[in-house]
Nanobody, 122 residues
Framework: QEQLAESGGGLVQAGGSLRLSCAGS????????MGWYRQAPGKQRELVAT???????NYADSVKGRFTISRDNAQNTAYLQMDSLKPEDTAVYYC????????????????WGKGTLVTVSS
């Protein structure tokens, strides 16, 4: 099974910063788009940011200008730099990889990490 492993979560005060990491396989990082999602208590899981193999990024409006997604394909790792954190950023953050099908007639694959908890105190 493909495996994604998040790390870097923790407790920070509002206005602070954290950097999350997501380690995956060489195959995933050669072919897959990467993303970060989050789920707060009582809320649905939501998209935070995505990045393509070639580095094109997209962000949720709620984090735009504060969070930066990046990837190091040589290290098979994606990152989420979180600055100016707010209490409403508190959530479990999940790493996601979307790998296209091997052939045009095949199905792509989606992989998830188990999540890392980010808590922002007011």
């Amino acid at each position: 099974q493909e495996q994604l492993a998040e790390s870097g979560g923790g407790l920070v005060q509002a206005g602070g910063s954290l950097r999350l990491s997501c380690a995956g396989s060489r195959r995933v990082f050669k072919f897959g788009s990467m993303g970060w999602y989050r789920q707060a208590p009582g809320k649905q899981r939501e998209l935070v940011a995505t990045i393509t193999v070639n580095g094109v990024t997209n962000y949720a409006d709620s984090v735009k200008g504060r969070f930066t997604i990046s990837r190091d394909n040589a290290q098979n790792t994606a990152y989420l730099q979180m600055d100016s954190l707010k209490p409403e950023d508190t959530a479990v953050y999940y790493c996601n990889a979307a790998v296209p099908p091997i052939s045009v007639e095949g199905s792509g694959m989606v992989y998830w990490g188990k999540g890392t908890l980010v808590t922002v105190s007011s």
